[in-house]
């Protein structure tokens, strides 16, 4: 069965940095693309980035692109969000999500980290 376990969210200031992981299990990785997104209550889940396991090949959303970076550990098959230059509006709740890169929807998911950046 396949889990995806995030972690690292907290409350930090605006300008600062936090490193979520993912850690995925239950299954090989290869194959799949995982991603990150976010929700804030009442709007709906915005898409972050995503990263294929195998190569690396990572993808932003315009609105983190040059502050957060998305890497993978294939030994700890864990999943890494870097979040750098921290602002008040990336506070959501972060979602870690698996697919297969010929699937067109994300059917993994973890059950979220908050985030908060403070002004």
């Known amino acids: 069965q396949v889990q995806l376990v995030e972690s690292g969210g907290g409350l930090v200031q605006a300008g600062g940095s936090l490193r979520l992981s993912c850690a995925a299990s239950?299954?090989?990785?290869?194959?799949?693309?995982m991603g990150w997104f976010r929700q804030v209550p009442g709007k709906e889940r915005e898409f972050v980035g995503n990263?294929?396991?195998?190569?690396?090949?990572?993808y932003y959303a315009d609105v983190v692109k040059g502050r957060f970076t998305i890497s993978r550990d294939n030994a700890k098959n864990t999943v890494y969000l870097q979040m750098d230059s921290l602002k008040p509006e990336d506070t959501a709740v972060y979602y870690c999500?698996?697919?297969?890169?010929?699937?067109?929807?994300?059917?993994?998911w973890g059950q979220g980290t908050q985030v908060t950046v403070s002004s």
């Open positions: 990263i294929r396991w195998s190569g690396g090949v990572t």
């Open positions: 239950g299954r090989t990785f290869s194959n799949y693309l």
């Open positions: 999500a698996a697919r297969r890169t010929t699937a067109t929807m994300y059917n993994y």
